[in-house]
């Protein structure tokens, strides 16, 4: 009995979130700084002030370099608050060494709303996205929620680029993909 893509990203989640998980400490690092100096380079390429970023979680690349070098070269960087009104929706508030954070639902770390403090999409230059899996093609496979493919939804009509960060053992030939999944415009590992 064939699977269904389902079924698929399913089975694929699991398997690839495992692998990411059984990265060693060492392994994590290396590929935290690699990522970080790419991310670096890519935000003076497009000259961007304005960037949103995940905090890691469930052996996702660490951000914590990068967000570090973001606030020593004074740029704004913004993180993802699950949007209280609008379910399954993405806000971005920005954060500072100062913002104090708390765990939601799923136990990931977001600033507490401010509404002087969130940036709207069209404003950023960059958002960082987390992926379980991607493939060449720019698409990426998620925790399965939705949030990211709903804030990317006509992000080139939109100013900012998408951007997935990654461990290269996060890699597949081809995804399968459904008609709401959004390619990103770059994947670092």
Not at 52 to 65: C, K, N, P, R, V
Not at 132 to 155: P, S
Not at 160 to 189: M, N
């Amino acid at each position: 009995m064939k699977k269904s893509i389902s079924e698929l990203r399913t089975q694929l989640r699991k398997q690839i979130r495992q692998t990411r998980q059984n990265l060693t400490a060492l392994e994590q690092s290396q590929a935290e700084k690699i990522v970080t100096q790419k991310a670096l380079n890519l935000i003076t390429q497009h000259q961007a002030q304005n960037i949103a970023i995940y905090l890691s979680f469930d052996g996702e690349i660490s951000t914590q370099l990068l967000i570090e070098q973001l606030w020593k070269k004074g740029k704004n960087v913004y993180l993802p608050l699950l949007h209280p009104f609008c379910k399954g929706h993405l806000l971005f508030v920005h954060y500072s060494q100062q913002t104090l954070l708390m765990p939601n639902q799923f136990g990931i770390l977001e600033p507490p709303l401010n509404v002087q403090e969130i940036l709207p999409t069209e404003k950023l230059d960059i958002i960082f996205t987390p992926l379980v899996a991607f493939d060449k093609q720019g698409n990426r496979l998620g925790m399965g929620g939705g949030f990211y493919d709903r804030t990317l939804q006509d992000w080139r009509s939109k100013n900012f680029i998408p951007v997935g960060l990654a461990h290269q053992c996060q890699q597949v030939a081809a995804l399968p993909v459904e008609s709401w999944d959004i390619p990103l415009f770059d994947i670092l590992v």
